[in-house]
Every structure is written in structure tokens, then in C-alpha cells.
């Protein structure tokens, strides 16, 4: 097991949060989106479950939307675009909530990267048939393989300062996945 995946909160409790310290109605809205809803405060895996969660609205947007590829593309870049601003915000805020840069129990980062991962699968659903809800599984992992190792320059980014390095990180897993997805998808076209 590497020290990344220690690190991430998959193995270990290190990187939850020190204290938790809700001052207020937008220091509550902050973290109930940083949390992911409420998925990030889950004991165990606290990342998966925000990619679930970032996988879900994936989910929805692509069945809601498959018919018209142009519709849903620009669907799924305006979630992750969202998801990205607000995560931000709260992410920033939600490590003074935690106390902690970069707590475990934030998972909007994953929220977000997960929608990513599926920003470029749009343009072949039309191709896929109906197999693309297994596409999404393999966006799915994907997209947890990158951000759990963080390969050049991923790791690097979770430095920025504040709700920045919170998503910066996820963001770029996010495009890695939705590359080699959309490549995968292409390939076996």
C-alpha cells in the first residue's frame, strides 16, 4: 500500500479533521458542501463516497440528457464548473471549520473531479449504446486510481493555498481520467 493512499484517508483516520467548529448559518452551508452532502463525514473511505456522490449526478445528467450530446456536454462542464467555484469557496472555509488543510472529510474536490472524469465521454454516447452506464464505472475508477496516486503533477498542486489546493488536485485526476476514458471509449469504437 502506498504512503499516498495511507495519506488519503483510505486506510487511516490521519488527515480527518482536528476539531469541527460551525460558526454560524455559512460556516454550516460551507460544510455541508464541502462535506459532499454529508458523505465526506462517513468513518471509513471518506473520498469514495464523494466521488459516489460526484458519480451519481454524473449519473443523472448523462440518462437525463444522452439524446442530445451537445446539451449534455455543456451540462456536465456547468456541474463541474460549479462544483469547482463552490468548492473552492467552501473547501477554504471548511479547513478552518476542520481545522485542518485539507481534511478528510472534505470531498467536494471529489465531487467535482468525478464529474470531470465524464466531461469528454459525451460526444460517444451516441456510440456506446447501453453500455455506457459500464463506461461510467470505468470513469469511476479511473478517476479514484488518479486521485488516490497522484502522479506528476498532482501531487504537487495540493500545496496551493487554501480551497484551491483542496480541488486543484482533484480537478487535474479529474482530466487524467476523462482523457484515458475517452481514449478507451475511441479505441473501442
Not at 55 to 79: C, E, F, P, R
Not at 116 to 145: D, K, N
Request: aromatic share 12%; with cysteine.
Amino acid at each position: 500500500m502506498s504512503s499516498d493512499a495511507k495519506n488519503h484517508g483510505i486506510f487511516s483516520r490521519q488527515k480527518r479533521g482536528r476539531a469541527m467548529k460551525i460558526n454560524g448559518p455559512v460556516d454550516a452551508l460551507a460544510f455541508f458542501i464541502a462535506t459532499g452532502f454529508g458523505s465526506g463525514l462517513m468513518p471509513f473511505g471518506p473520498g469514495t463516497f464523494g466521488s459516489l456522490v460526484g458519480l451519481l449526478i454524473s449519473y443523472g445528467l448523462i440518462a437525463w440528457l444522452k439524446t442530445d450530446v451537445i446539451v449534455l456536454q455543456n451540462a456536465l462542464i456547468i456541474a463541474a464548473m460549479i462544483s469547482a467555484a463552490v468548492g473552492i469557496w467552501s473547501g477554504t472555509r471548511a479547513e478552518k471549520i476542520f481545522d485542518q488543510k485539507d481534511s478528510g472529510q472534505i470531498v467536494i474536490d471529489e465531487v467535482c473531479g468525478q464529474i470531470i472524469s465524464f466531461v469528454f465521454i459525451a460526444p460517444f454516447i451516441s456510440h456506446t449504446g447501453e453500455s455506457w452506464r459500464w463506461w461510467m464505472i470505468a470513469g469511476f475508477l479511473l478517476f479514484r486510481l488518479f486521485d488516490i496516486f497522484k502522479p506528476y503533477p498532482i501531487k504537487g498542486l495540493q500545496e496551493l493555498s487554501g480551497g484551491l489546493g483542496v480541488m486543484m488536485d482533484d480537478i487535474i485526476a479529474g482530466i487524467y481520467a476523462a482523457t484515458i476514458l475517452s481514449l478507451l471509449i475511441w479505441i473501442r469504437m
